[in-house]
């Protein structure tokens, strides 16, 4: 059984820095690509980051790590702003590559549970 589970979130000020973990069982970690993905309330969710590409939105203030070693990843997240409130997800991608379509959910087999992340002003 494949799990993903996300840890790191919590409450930061604006311009503040969070990094966020996504811990990966059940599966060969090394041979997939994994995704990070967002829901901010009354909005669709939308793609973050996708191995070392970042959305446009995110640029410059998101980056990605990956430990094959501990089967994790980890977005870190700096210069955070009130709009970047939202509920954190990270997702294994089917193949281990992030091409043109890394945004669609459908890219993706499995995904994690969830973690809040709150900025206020």
């Known amino acids: 059984q494949v799990q993903l589970v996300e840890s790191g979130g919590g409450l930061v000020h604006s311009g503040g820095s969070l990094t966020l973990a996504c811990t990966v069982s059940?599966?060969?970690?090394?041979?997939?690509?994994y995704g990070w993905f967002r829901q901010a309330p009354g909005k669709e969710r939308e793609g973050v980051a996708c191995?070392?590409i970042v959305a446009s939105s995110v640029k410059g203030r998101f980056t990605t790590i990956r430990d094959n070693a501990k089967e994790t990843v980890y977005l870190q997240m700096s210069s955070l702003q009130p709009e970047d409130t939202a509920v954190y997800y990270c997702?294994?991608?089917?193949?281990?590559?992030?091409?043109?379509?890394?945004?669609?959910?459908?890219?993706?087999?499995?995904w994690g549970q969830g973690t809040q992340v709150t900025v206020s002003s």
């Open positions: 997702a294994r991608k089917w193949d281990a590559s992030c091409d043109s379509s890394w945004t669609s959910e459908a890219e993706y087999d499995d």
């Open positions: 059940g599966v060969r970690f090394d041979l997939y690509g």
């Open positions: 191995n070392n």
